[in-house]
């Protein structure tokens, strides 16, 4: 079979996600064949260097060994069994090191199926908890401006990106929404800190305002991923629990995108030394594996639920595959690797890395800023360097960028005018120096009029 083959077959029947399927008469396809480290294969026998992780969800590579013999042997022993009544040991033993692993106070953990299910989890635990507690007002929650938790329409309605939240507004509640703490936004001069506290001040006239009313405020913690690779301060976070707490609202923690590692610790809200009230996880949960969420929350949560079955109060909300046997042993296959192999000190040395090689790029005149929170790197492509004027969204500059790394063998996606890197944590030195070349190609090819 070649590609050509697989694409024909492919657009006769698939509607694939987040694309323009008539893009696809003069874009096209590339069909993948197989998956070894960091790289993947198509028919034809070109490789492409996965920069992205596969929308961020590969941390070891592409048919990681260790994982894979986890997952044959669970195979062999129960593929899937409903959760509710019944256990089994993966899912135990995960829920167990999460709460170990996790940052202190969350003792809970609540299965779903991916991250979208986990933000819904989440926001109607939160809700279902004031409703428990005599405080049924309190429907409401608080967002930031430019964030993304998803594509259900719970998880939509508390983002802010309108490229996939303006068409189904009218289908949505309504969130709070705060000025993000994105220091890319920073006046001249201005340090991240700084910024990121400043912003603090918006988000508390909401609270003070609105606690009545309020069930949580939700956050990516340190990067808006969707909405461009935004960065701000951990300094934000801290003050952000103490406002929480004063005004009685919960926080839930985002870091289906951000956890295991990608920050440059293990959970990102470690950096700000706090502990949400819900901690959602997914994406490289499972190694990229297969689709698990787990979201995380306190024994007070917990115990508002926990009573007579007759006062209907339980959390009823389920998935057929809650807690699939097969998922939990891949991301227990995952957390073995994070043990064994020293992964967030090694990460920080290929971060350095990454900042090296990309640095030159800072004096481009059409790159605004390269901006990098752990093992994650942004470069912003811009029409007027000085006054940081946007490219126009539909000149497509990111799409010259990715054309031209499938032709290099890379997969770099950009987001918008934003080319950035999100690696699997095996990749090596020598493979992020080629990567930073072929940005800076594919920039200069992009930025070209």
Known sequence: MRNADLSQRDLAVLWHPCTQMQDHEWLPLVPIRRGAGVWLEDYDGQRYLDAISSWWVNLFGHANPRINAALKAQLDALEHVILAGFSHAPAVELAERLVHLAPPGLSRVFYADNGSAGVEVALKMSYHYWRNLGRPAKTRFVNLSNSYHGETLGALAVGDVALYKETYRPLLMQALTAPSPDCYLR??????????????????????????????????????????????????????????????????????????????????????????????????????????????????????????????????????????????????????IFEQDGVILANQALARVMAEATAHLADHPQVAEVRQTGMILAIEMVRDKASRTPYLWQERRGLRVYRHALTRGALLRPLGNVVYFMPPYIITPEQIRLLAQIASEGIALATRD
């Not at 909300?317 to 699939?324: L, Q, R």
């Open 187 to 336: 006046e001249p001069g201005e340090d991240w800190e700084g910024y990121s506290l400043r912003r603090c001040a918006d988000l508390e006239d909401l609270l003070a305002t609105h606690a009545g009313t309020l069930s949580a405020v939700i956050v990516e913690p340190l990067v808006q991923c969707a909405g461009g690779m935004r960065m701000y301060h951990p300094a934000y976070l801290t003050r952000l629990r103490t406002l929480c707490d004063h005004y009685q609202v919960h926080l839930i923690a985002d870091e289906i995108a951000v956890g295991f590692g990608r920050t440059g610790t293990m959970f990102a809200c470690e950096q700000a030394g706090i502990s949400p009230d819900f901690l959602c996880l997914s994406k490289g949960l499972t190694g990229g594996y297969l689709p698990l969420c787990a979201v995380l929350t306190t024994e007070q949560v917990y115990q508002a639920f926990y009573d007579d079955y007759a006062k209907l109060t339980a959390f009823l909300h389920s998935h057929s595959y809650t807690g699939n046997p097969l998922a939990c042993r891949a991301a227990l296959a995952t957390l073995d």
